[in-house]
């Protein structure tokens, strides 16, 4: 678990996944977009990334699947009462 403080500023949040060898994430697709925009090279360790709960962002998904290659993005749903992801989805490839 990271403090809400250290999650509200990119670049903490970005030193703590570089820092603590973070693998696998679950963030929500707005913080996954200013990740994207602001430090995506903190992405690029990790072994999994979850993301949802949100509209995604395509011009987002394929800047970070440009950079961290296909089979880490995940992209997730599950309504707030089922408390768990209902679906998921593998992103490896984006029709353009």
């Known amino acids: 678990m990271i403090e809400k403080d250290t999650v509200l500023?990119?670049?903490e949040l970005a030193e703590v996944i570089n820092k603590q060898q973070v693998?696998?994430?679950f963030i929500t697709t707005a913080l996954f977009n200013t990740l994207?925009?602001?430090d995506i090279d903190c992405l690029?360790?990790?072994r999994k990334i979850l993301f949802g709960g949100e509209r995604v962002s395509m011009p987002?998904?394929?800047k970070v699947l440009d950079r961290i290659g296909p089979d880490k993005l995940i992209h997730v749903?599950?309504?707030t009462e089922s408390t768990v992801y209902a679906?998921?989805?593998f992103i490896n490839d984006i029709d353009e």
């Open 23 to 25: 693998s696998v994430m």
């Open 77 to 79: 749903y599950g309504p």
């Open 36 to 38: 994207a925009d602001i």
């Open 44 to 46: 690029a360790g990790l």
């Open 60 to 62: 987002h998904v394929k």
């Open 87 to 89: 679906t998921y989805y």
């Open 9 to 11: 500023n990119i670049s």
